[in-house]
């Protein structure tokens, strides 16, 4: 890896790529700063390892970074196989191997910024850039817009090396010597100050989700704790009852002409206190019940108070309510997702659409919601899960305004001949044959 070449390319293809840019060129934008990141890439790279043979094998395939995700560990080893790293792979690599060389703890933020722009930022530049190269962007009206906002980002990440001093002294002065892009100052700091303010907001209501939580949680226990007291007194007095009842037995024994009837009575009396006790933890099983939903939800505290105030003795007697609950929570608001499920669920229906993560990471609340956008949309869509129990609560998840809407769980869609629409999301899409 000749360094030396490296850096005259950058130089010149990140600048004539600036000049474009400010010109309005963007089509020859993308071409010359696509290359120039490229190398860019590398820079840093051979910077942060200080190794440049390691460097070449690393970009050229012949060695890995392996992630072990249990341990947080990076380990470089020989590859299987080679596969050269280009286009956003490379930066990839460079976040993996940021982490490999800085472990310490005081430098998290930067591995996650570093890996966060890698994912989001150039993935989409390479992702446009690619379809100008293909010609696919050449009448593309809102080929402005991207190329402002991956300008923006590329201003962006090389002030935040600059400032945080990610890297090198030598290779920071060379990258401050870079061409500037010409933005709106005003409209950037106007940006800027709305993000910073957005930013401050969330804190606020993350707190005090923080706080209403807690709460929750301190008036869980107390009623906990209150239940179990009450129980404890109730076995108390039971126990005390028993007491007196085998003293009573035992005094009747000393007279055997009044024991049948004494034992009657006596027994009576257990039989009584027994009852009382049943009641009473009855009543305590019941307290629970209806403190349990009034924690679960608030607003369920007034109906509890009209169907005891309505309760006949003949009533069914009526369980913790889980399914209702359950069924409540399936309901997904949208300020509850983050901003990759925002993301994916505004992307355009223009394509075809994978969506790949770990369990409970939210790909059935992108699918309901994606759902939702077609059909407002005028769309016709069809929403397959593989089992019945999935196809349910994918039912009870995201309360559609539309009412013409077709679920079907797996051998549910196959029985009905597999009918077709203009859209069709299959959640659990592995666990599908090929067929």
């Known amino acids: ?7 005259e390319s950058l130089k010149r293809d990140f600048n004539k790529a600036v000049e474009e840019y400010n010109s309005q060129e963007y089509i020859f934008f993308y071409r010359d700063m696509r290359v120039a990141l490229e190398n860019l890439t590398k820079l840093m790279l051979v910077d942060t390892i200080g190794d440049e043979v390691l460097a070449e094998e690393l ?10 995700a249990d341990v947080k560990a990076y380990t470089i080893l ?21 982490c490999y060389m800085h472990k310490d703890k005081e430098l998290k933020q ?5 890996k966060n722009q890698a994912d ?10 690619s379809e100008v190269a293909n010609h696919a962007g050449d009448d593309d009206p809102d080929i402005k817009l991207h190329a402002q906002k991956h300008a923006l980002a590329i201003h962006t990440y090389l002030k935040y090396l600059v400032d ?40 606020a209501k993350i707190e005090q989700l923080k706080s209403e ?27 005390e009852a028993d007491k007196l009842a085998l003293a009573a037995q035992n005094e009747l024994a000393k007279f055997p002409g009044k024991k049948s009837g004494q034992e009657s009575a006596s027994q009576e009396t257990i039989d009584s206190q027994e009852q009382s006790i049943a009641e009473g933890l009855n009543t305590i099983s019941k307290d629970v019940e209806e403190m349990a939903k009034r924690v679960q939800n608030p607003l369920l505290e007034q109906e509890s108070k009209q169907e005891m105030n309505s309760e006949t003795p003949t009533a069914k007697k009526k369980r913790f309510g889980m399914k209702e609950r359950v069924l409540k929570e399936f309901n997904v608001r949208e300020d509850s997702l983050d901003s990759e499920q925002i993301g994916l669920i505004e992307r355009e229906l223009n394509k075809s659409m994978i969506v790949a993560g770990c369990a409970g990471s939210g790909k059935s609340v992108i699918a309901m919601y994606k759902v939702q956008q077609i059909i407002e949309d005028g769309g016709d869509v069809i929403l397959i899960a593989y089992t019945k129990s999935l196809n349910r609560y994918m039912q009870q998840g995201k309360a559609l305004t539309n009412s013409d809407k077709r679920f079907y769980y797996h051998w549910q869609w196959e029985d009905a001949g597999r009918p077709s629409a203009d859209y069709i999301i299959v959640d659990e899409f592995q666990d599908f044959s090929q067929e």
Request: some cysteine.
């Open 213 to 239: 939580h807690q709460k929750e949680i301190n008036e869980k226990e107390l009623q906990i704790n209150q239940q179990k007291t009450e129980l404890l007194q109730v076995m108390a007095d039971k126990l």
């Open 120 to 129: 989001r930022t150039f993935k989409d530049f390479y992702e446009k850039s």
């Open 164 to 203: 945080e001093r990610i890297l090198s002294e030598t290779v920071l002065d060379y990258i401050k010597a870079f061409s500037q892009f010409s933005f709106d100052e005003a409209k950037e700091n106007k940006e800027e100050q709305s993000l910073q303010a957005q930013i401050v907001q969330l804190l």
């Open 78 to 98: 020989p590859a299987k196989r080679c596969d050269e790293k280009k286009g956003s792979n490379l930066f990839f690599l460079y976040a993996d191997a940021y």
């Open 1 to 7: 890896m000749d360094i030396n070449n490296i850096k």
């Open 110 to 114: 930067h591995r996650k910024y570093i």
């Open 59 to 68: 970009t050229s395939g012949t060695k890995v970074i392996i992630t072990e």
